[in-house]
C-alpha cells in the first residue's frame, strides 16, 4: 500500500479527487548510452522534495495546497515501445480527469509518451524543449523509442522549441528547425533569445525539461553532463515568462541521476520542479478564499482539451 505523499503534504493535499497538479514518476532507464542511474532519478527527487519548504517567496504562495497527487510509478520496462505506450496512456487518463499534469524521469525517452498524450489532448500544441542535446534522431540504436530519439515526433507533429542546445549529430540538421532553435553559444552572447523563443509559441505549450541544459556547475548529477548550460536564475526567468504569457498545459521533468555523495542536484530539481508549479498556479486563488465547492474551483481551465468522450481511455 502507498502511503507516502509528495513533499511529505498532509493526506488533505494528496487526493486525487480534490488535487489540482498530478505527478507521474517514471524510474525508467532502459535506453541511456552513458551513466545509468536514471531510474532512481524519481526517488531522489521525492526524497528531496521532502526536505523543501514548501512556502515560495517569490510567488507568496504555497502551491500545494492546490493539491499534488502522487501517482502510481510507471514501471512498465519489458521494451522502450512498451514503456513509451504506458507511459501515453497513464498520462492521457490523468489529462481526461482535468488535472494538470506532471511527470518526472526516469530518461528523455519516457517523453515520447507524454508529449503525445498532450499533443492529443490540446490544439496546436507547442513543446519547449529545454535540452543540451537535439534529441531529434529518428531512431537509435534500433529503436525510435530511445532517448536520442525524444523530440523526434514533436519534430514532426507539433511547434518544437529548443532551447540551451549544444550536443548533437550532424544528421539531426536535416530534422532540424533552425528558427526554433536557440544555441547554448548564441544565448549566452544575446538575451534576446527568452523574447524570440516565446513569439514562436503557440497558447497552449508543453514543457519537456531535461536537467543537462543546466550547467554541470550547479547540476552534475545527470547522465551526460554538458559544459555551457543555463543557470538557475535566467531560468527562472525564462521559465516564468513562459508562464506568464502561455497556457502551460503540463510538463516532465527528466535525466536527474543521482550521486550518493551529491545531493544538490537532487534539491535543485525537486525546486524547480515545485517553482514550476508555483508560477503556474501563482495567480489562481484558493478555493477556500471563495467557498465555492471544491468541484467547481477545482476545474482547470483547459479549454482547448480536444479529447473525444468515447476515447477508450
Ligand atoms: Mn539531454
Known amino acids: 500500500m502507498k502511503t507516502k505523499t509528495y513533499a511529505g503534504i498532509a493526506g488533505q493535499y494528496a487526493k486525487l479527487d480534490q488535487s489540482k497538479i498530478v505527478l507521474i514518476p517514471v524510474p525508467y532507464d532502459g535506453t541511456s548510452t552513458w551513466q545509468k542511474g536514471a531510474d532512481k532519478g524519481p526517488e531522489a527527487f ?29 514501471t512498465e520496462n ?27 524521469g526516469g530518461e528523455h525517452s519516457i517523453s515520447i509518451g507524454t508529449i503525445r498524450a498532450f499533443n492529443e489532448a490540446f490544439n496546436n500544441l507547442t513543446v ?15 529503436s525510435t523509442c530511445n532517448h536520442a530519439c525524444a523530440v523526434y515526433e514533436a519534430s514532426q507533429e507539433t511547434n518544437l522549441i529548443q532551447v540551451g542546445i549544444r550536443s548533437m549529430d550532424a544528421i539531426e540538421k536535416s530534422v532540424m528547425d533552425l528558427d526554433k532553435t ?6 549566452v552572447i544575446d538575451d534576446t533569445w527568452m523574447d ?10 508543453f514543457i519537456t525539461f531535461d536537467l543537462d541544459a543546466f550547467d554541470p556547475s550547479i547540476l552534475p548529477s545527470t547522465g551526460t553532463p554538458e559544459p555551457g548550460g543555463l543557470f538557475w536564475y535566467e531560468t527562472l526567468d525564462f521559465l516564468k515568462q513562459v508562464f506568464k504569457e502561455k497556457n502551460v498545459v503540463g510538463f516532465d521533468i527528466v535525466e536527474l541521476c543521482p ?36 468541484e467547481e474551483s477545482n476545474r482547470l481551465n483547459h479549454n482547448n482539451l480536444k ?6 481511455y
Open 196 to 205: 524570440s523563443a516565446i513569439e514562436q509559441m503557440t497558447e497552449n505549450v
Open 128 to 142: 519547449l524543449h529545454i535540452d543540451a542535446h537535439a534529441d531529434l534522431r529518428k531512431s537509435y540504436e534500433g
Open 182 to 187: 536557440y544555441f547554448a553559444h548564441e544565448m
Open 259 to 294: 550521486h550518493v555523495n551529491e545531493k544538490s542536484s537532487d534539491f535543485l530539481a525537486a525546486k524547480l520542479y515545485y517553482k514550476m508549479l508555483s508560477y503556474k498556479f501563482q495567480n489562481e486563488e484558493l478555493e477556500a478564499s471563495y467557498g465555492d465547492t471544491f
Open 78 to 104: 519489458d521494451s522502450p515501445e512498451k514503456m513509451v505506450e504506458t507511459v501515453h496512456k497513464v498520462v492521457k487518463s490523468y489529462i481526461k480527469k482535468n488535472k494538470f499534469v506532471t511527470i518526472f
Open 307 to 312: 479529447f473525444k468522450e468515447e476515447d477508450e
Open 46 to 74: 521525492l526524497e528531496a522534495s521532502e526536505n523543501m519548504e514548501l512556502y515560495d517567496i517569490e510567488t507568496n504562495s504555497e502551491v500545494y495546497k492546490e493539491g499534488i497527487y502522487l501517482a502510481n510509478a510507471v
